[in-house]
C-alpha cells in the first residue's frame, strides 16, 4: 500500500510541471513569431521604400532617355540645317564674284565703247568741219556713233542691273551668315544641353548602383539578424526550458510537501498544476473570512512555502497566484454586490494571511474570476460545491 501510494504522488507531482512546460513553450513560439513578423514587416518597408526609390530613379533615367533622344534629334535638324545655309552662303559668294567679274567686264566694255564713240564723234566733227567726206561715209560713221550710244546704254543699264543683283546677293549673304551664326549657336546649346543630359544620366545611374548597393547591404544584415534571431531564439529556448524545468521541479516538490502536511483531507486537491481548497474548508457561506480551520491549513501551506523559498533560486523569478471562484449562484449583499466582489475579496483574504506568515508580497499575487472558470457544469449541489474554491498556483513572475 505505502508503494502505491508513493507512486501515485509521484505521478501526480509530475503532471503540473508538465503543463507549466508545455505553456513557457508556447509563451517562446509566440515571443519568436511576433519577433519573426516584426522583422518581416520591418524587412518589407525597407525594401518597398528602396523599390520606390529605385522605380523614380529609372522613370527619371527614362525621362532623360526621352529628352536625350529629342535633343539629338534637334541636334542633327540644326546641324543639317547648317550644312544647309553654309552650302547656300557659298553659292551666294560665288554668284556675287561671278556678278561682279561680268560687272567688270561690262564696266569696261562701256568705258571702251564711250572712248569709240568719242572717237567717232570727234571724227566726224571734224571731217565735217573740213568737207573732205562723201554724205555717205558721214551717215555711216553717224549709225556708228549712235550704235555705240545705244550700246553704252545698254551696258549702262545692264551695268545698274548687275549692281542691284551684287546689292541682293551681299543682302542674301548677309543675311544667311546671320542664320549660320544663329545655327551655330543653337548647335552649341543643343550640344551643351545634351552633355548636360549625359552627365545627369550618369549620376542618375550611379545613384541606382548605389541604391543597389544598399539595398543588397541590407538584405545581408536582414539576414544577419534574421541568424542572430534565431540564436538568440535557441538561447532563449534553451534558457527557458532550463527555468521551466527548475520551477517545475520546485512545484512539484511544494505541492508534493503540501500533501505530506496538509494529508489526505477530502476538499483540498490538486487539479492540473492547481493545489485546490474548497471554500468551506477556509470560508463561511457569503464572507471571505477566513475561518480556523482554514487559517491552520493557510498557515501549513506559508510555513511549507518559506521553507521551499529558501531553496529557490534568487534569480528564478517565480509568484504564488490566488485564484478565487464561486459557483453560479448569484449574490447581493451589502458587503459583496457580486460574485466577482466575493470571489476577489476571498483571494485577497488568502494573500493577506500568506503576508502576515511571512511571504513577501511581491510574490503574491490575488484575481477573482467569480463563476466564470468552472470545473464542472451543471447545477447540481455537488457540482456547485466544487465550483466554490481557492486555487494556488506556483509560477513564474
Request: hydrophobic share 50%.
Amino acid at each position: 500500500m505505502t508503494t502505491l501510494a508513493r507512486r501515485r504522488l509521484r505521478t501526480t507531482n509530475i503532471w503540473p510541471g508538465f503543463v507549466d512546460a508545455l505553456a513557457a513553450l508556447l509563451m517562446v513560439v509566440i515571443f519568436l513569431l511576433m519577433v519573426f513578423v516584426l522583422a518581416q514587416v520591418f524587412l518589407s518597408e525597407t525594401l518597398s521604400g528602396r523599390d520606390r526609390a529605385l522605380l523614380d530613379l529609372r522613370n527619371q533615367v527614362d525621362e532623360l532617355a526621352d529628352l536625350l533622344s529629342l535633343e539629338r534629334q534637334a541636334s542633327a535638324g540644326l546641324r543639317a540645317n547648317l550644312a544647309q545655309l553654309s552650302a547656300d552662303l557659298r553659292a551666294s559668294l560665288v554668284a556675287r564674284d561671278d556678278l561682279g567679274g561680268a560687272l567688270r567686264a561690262m564696266s569696261e566694255r562701256a568705258d571702251q565703247a564711250e572712248r569709240d564713240a568719242a572717237r567717232l564723234q570727234a571724227a566726224l566733227t571734224t571731217a565735217i568741219e573740213a568737207g573732205d567726206a562723201d554724205r555717205a561715209e558721214l551717215e555711216a560713221q553717224s549709225r556708228q556713233v549712235l550704235s555705240l550710244a545705244a550700246d553704252i546704254a545698254a551696258l549702262q543699264a545692264l551695268k545698274q542691273d548687275l549692281e542691284q543683283e551684287i546689292l541682293e546677293l551681299g543682302r542674301r549673304a548677309d543675311t544667311t551668315a546671320e542664320a549660320l551664326i544663329a545655327e551655330r549657336e543653337l548647335s552649341e546649346s543643343a550640344r551643351a544641353q545634351v552633355a548636360l543630359l549625359n552627365r545627369q544620366m550618369a549620376a542618375l545611374r550611379e545613384q541606382i548602383v548605389q541604391l543597389n548597393a544598399a539595398l543588397e547591404a541590407s538584405e545581408a544584415e536582414v539576414h544577419a539578424q534574421n541568424v542572430q534571431i534565431a540564436n538568440l531564439g535557441e538561447r532563449l529556448n534553451a534558457a527557458l526550458a532550463t527555468r521551466v524545468q527548475e520551477l517545475a521541479r520546485y512545484r512539484s516538490e511544494f505541492f508534493g510537501r503540501l500533501r505530506a502536511v496538509l494529508g489526505d483531507h477530502p476538499d483540498v486537491r490538486i487539479v492540473g498544476d492547481r493545489f485546490v481548497f474548497q471554500s468551506e474548508v477556509l470560508f463561511d457561506t457569503g464572507s471571505a473570512a477566513i475561518g480556523l480551520e482554514g487559517r491552520s491549513q493557510l498557515e501549513r501551506v506559508a510555513a511549507t512555502l518559506r521553507e521551499l523559498a529558501a531553496e529557490i533560486p534568487e534569480d528564478l523569478d517565480w509568484v504564488l497566484q490566488i485564484n478565487g471562484h464561486t459557483d453560479k449562484v448569484p449574490i447581493f449583499t451589502a458587503r459583496y454586490a457580486s460574485n466577482w466582489d466575493l470571489s476577489a475579496a476571498r483571494a485577497i483574504s488568502v494573500v493577506q494571511l500568506m503576508i502576515d506568515q511571512g511571504i513577501p508580497p511581491h510574490r503574491l499575487a490575488a484575481a477573482g474570476f467569480a463563476e466564470f472558470d468552472p470545473l464542472v457544469e451543471g447545477d447540481t449541489p455537488e457540482a456547485l460545491r466544487r465550483n466554490r474554491r481557492i486555487e494556488l498556483k506556483l509560477t513564474q513572475g
